[in-house]
């Protein structure tokens, strides 16, 4: 590979170029097209998967067949004018919903997090309780930023600061939507309770992590691994949490899920969408929308009821406080 082509590998994000590469895969070995493809072979290949395919597998083929055309020279049949309406024919025709990631609510953060201090706690003097140390931080880092599990996966130790008792600032060097490759800063609060900033201290000085990735693999004996947690092992671990602490449902929560959490959460306490866009890190506000839910018509009518009736329909009534 020369130098030049190995800059041009790395400005695209490594899920970026296996989605790409498993969609040429998909359109030659199993449905049997040619590249470079016409536009006609690219609207029959939509047309016989408008049924099985949602409509976003089917814009991220036609991405990964457009990337391909470009990059070997050829001009690129997704752009098509026929091959654009048979696209808006398939979203008119076959409409489903868009499947969005259970929010984890603050309510069942605090009983994540509870949860975990009981098993710190239980830990035999002989043995660090690294495991729930580490899985606390990762759920109140995910959820007080709102990052997904790759942006979790990919913190380092060298690129936080913190002033403990007042926040921390977090470099990641490429997020979802930097697209200018600057890199960003996130800075996280210390708060009274489920505070991040205690949560990373602890597990960090715990663990001895001075640099390197933040959150890895423990195996059987408590040993740590050197490499970072894999996205997919994030999601795994946030599904575990949710099940151990009694929190039904738990299959259904995702790699976005403690960003819907936040999302949502800051939605009840009234923060305005420029605000909020900007602490996440969106770009534009329809981002912003699929991640809050819609409000509640019938909220007014359970105002009435008595406290334990209302925390169990919604969240806490005291949302954690700023140190």
């Not at 590998?9 to 359109?27: D, I, L």
């Not at 890199?183 to 992590?209: D, H, M, S």
């Not at 423990?218 to 691994?225: E, T, V």
Request: a positive charge; aromatic letters at 8%; proline letters at 6%.
């Amino acid at each position: 590979m020369s130098s030049i082509d190995h800059y041009i590998h790395a400005a695209t994000r490594a899920n970026t170029r296996k989605a790409y590469q498993a969609a040429v895969q998909h359109f030659e070995d199993q449905w049997g097209g040619f590249l470079p493809a016409t536009a006609n072979s690219v609207a029959r290949y939509l047309v016989d998967h408008a049924r099985t395919h949602s409509l976003n597998t089917l814009r991220q083929r036609l991405a990964g067949l457009a990337a391909w055309h470009l990059e070997q020279g050829f001009p690129d049949p997704t752009k098509a004018p026929h091959v654009k309406k048979v696209l808006k024919g398939i979203a008119e025709l076959h409409p489903a919903p868009e499947k969005r990631a259970r929010p984890i609510q603050l309510v069942q953060l605090t009983a994540i997090v509870s949860h975990l201090d009981q098993q710190i706690a239980r830990q035999d003097a002989h043995q660090l309780p690294l495991q729930p140390l580490r899985n606390k931080a990762l759920m109140l880092i995910g959820f007080w930023r709102a990052f997904r599990s790759d942006e979790l996966a990919r913190l380092n130790a060298e690129h936080i600061q913190v002033e403990p008792g007042s926040g921390m600032e977090i470099y990641l060097s490429r997020t979802k939507s930097d697209r200018s490759g600057q890199g960003r800063y996130f800075k996280a609060p210390a708060l009274r309770q489920l505070c991040p900033v205690e949560a990373y201290l602890e597990w960090t000085n715990a663990a001895q992590i001075k640099r390197g990735p933040v959150f890895r693999a423990i195996n059987r004996w408590g040993q740590l691994a050197g490499e970072a947690l894999h996205p997919n092992s994030i999601i795994a671990i946030v599904r575990s949490c949710c099940q151990e602490a009694g929190i039904e449902g738990s299959d259904a929560f995702s790699s976005h899920s403690l960003r819907r959490g936040f999302a949502n959460w800051a939605n009840d306490h009234r923060w305005d969408t420029k605000s909020l866009m900007e602490y996440v890190g969106w770009r534009d506000v329809h981002s912003a929308m699929r991640y809050i839910d819609a409000p509640d018509p019938f909220a007014r009518l359970r105002i009435g009821r008595g406290p334990n009736e209302a925390e169990a329909c919604g969240g806490p009534s005291n949302s954690p406080e700023t140190k």
